[in-house]
C-alpha cells in the first residue's frame, strides 16, 4: 500500500495542483525499517525527473534487494543554502540542473559532505549533451557519476569542442558558425566514477506504458514519415540543423509526411502511430523524448548514427532497433526510401525497439543495474 502511495505521488511530483503534497509525501522522515536510507535531492523539471522516477517505481524491489529506503527532496533549498536535511543517511543522491553555479554547487556540496560525513555522495547528470561540464566541481564529494549516455571513446571528454558540445562543434561547422573552442577541465580521476542511468523510458508516463500495454499494430498507417521539429525558431547550429532537417525532408518525392507546425501532444502520439517511419535528429544533445515516443509507437525510428554512445538500454543499435542516418543527413532519401520499401524489415526493426523497452521496464533490470550504488 505505501510503495503504491510512492508511485501515485511520483506521478504528480510535477502536477499542477498536486504537486505539493505529492513532494511533502515522497520527503517525509525515514521510517527506520531498512537498514540503508538514501536520500535523493532532485531538480524539479520534467527531464531531470525521468532520471528519477524509476528510483520510485521500483522502491519495493530495491528495499527487498538492497534493503534501502528511499526519500526525495527538491534541490533548491540545499543549493539556496536553505537548508541541509538533517536526518541520518547512507546514500545521498544529487541532482542540480547544468547552469548551477559551480560555486554554488561547490559550497552545497561541501554542506552536503559534513552534515553526512559517513554516506556516499552520487551525482545525477540528466542533461541533454555529451559533456561532463560539472566533473570538475563534483569530483572531490561523488563515488558515482550517473549520466544517460556516455561517450564510447572516453578520450572525447577531454576534447576542447568549438562551442562546449560535440554537436556543437559539428553543426557549427557543416552551416560556417564560428564558436570558440571550450575546455571543461575535466579530471581523468572522474573516468572510473562514470555510470549509465536509463534514458526517458523511465518517466512516469512512459513507464506505465510499457509496464502493460502491446506495441501498436503496425497495419493501416497512413502516413510514411512523422516530422514535427520544433526548435527552428531557436539560435544557433541547434536551430540551423532542425530547419534544415525539415527542408531536406520535404525535398523527398513521392512520401506523405506530416506538417511541420507543433500541436498538442494527444494529437502528436495519434500522429505518430499512424505513422510508418519517425525522423529523429539530434535535440541539444543525442538522446529525444521522439526517440522513446516513435519506439513506443511501434514506429520505426530513423536517426542521426548513434554508435559514439552507450547507453542503457541500448536502444540505438543500427538495423536492429533504428536506422541510422549520417549527421549532415546526405543519404536521407535512401534510408527512408529503403525503409518504406520494406514493411517486413520495419515490422521487425520496430518489434525489437520495443520489445527491448518493454523487457527492461517489465523485468526490472534498473534494480540490477543500480547495484552499484549499494555495494
Known sequence: MRHQMNITAGRHVLSRGTCRPARAFLARRFSRSHTRRVLVYYNVSRISWSQIFPFVFYGAELAREYDAEFRFVPVDALLEGREVQERETDIILIQPWFTTPENVLDTALDRLATAHPKAEISFLDSYAHNDLRLARTVDPYITHYLKKS?????????????????????????????????????????????????????????????????????????????????????????????????????????????????????????????????????????????????????????KPDMSHLETL???????????????????????????????????????????????YIREARFVTDMGFLFS
Request: charged share 25%; glycine share 8%; with cysteine.
Open 150 to 302: 556516455l561517450f564510447k571513446d572516453k578520450k572525447l571528454y577531454f576534447k576542447r569542442f568549438r562551442g562546449d558540445t560535440n554537436l556543437l562543434d559539428y553543426y557549427g561547422k557543416l552551416y560556417g558558425l564560428e564558436y570558440e573552442p571550450v575546455d571543461w577541465a575535466v579530471p581523468y580521476t572522474i573516468l572510473p566514477k562514470l555510470r549509465l542511468s536509463p534514458n526517458f523510458l523511465t518517466s512516469p508516463h512512459f513507464i506505465a506504458g510499457l509496464s502493460r500495454q502491446e506495441q501498436p499494430a503496425r497495419g493501416s498507417r497512413n502516413l510514411d514519415v512523422s516530422v514535427r521539429l520544433g526548435g527552428q525558431d531557436s539560435y544557433g547550429a541547434y536551430a540551423a540543423m532542425r530547419c534544415d532537417a525539415d527542408t531536406l525532408m520535404t525535398q523527398i518525392k513521392g512520401i506523405t509526411r506530416s506538417p511541420s507546425n507543433i500541436v498538442p501532444f494527444k494529437a502528436y502520439m495519434n500522429e505518430m502511430r499512424a505513422s510508418r517511419l519517425c525522423f529523429s535528429p539530434f535535440g541539444f544533445g543525442e538522446l529525444c523524448w521522439r526517440d522513446i515516443e516513435a519506439m513506443i509507437s511501434g514506429t520505426v525510428m530513423i
Open 313 to 359: 538500454p541500448n536502444l540505438y543499435e543500427p538495423g536492429v532497433t533504428y536506422l541510422p542516418m549520417r549527421w549532415d543527413f546526405g543519404d536521407r532519401e535512401e534510408v527512408i526510401q529503403g525503409a518504406l520499401a520494406d514493411e517486413g524489415r520495419c515490422t521487425v526493426i520496430a518489434k525489437n525497439a520495443y520489445d527491448r523497452m518493454a523487457s
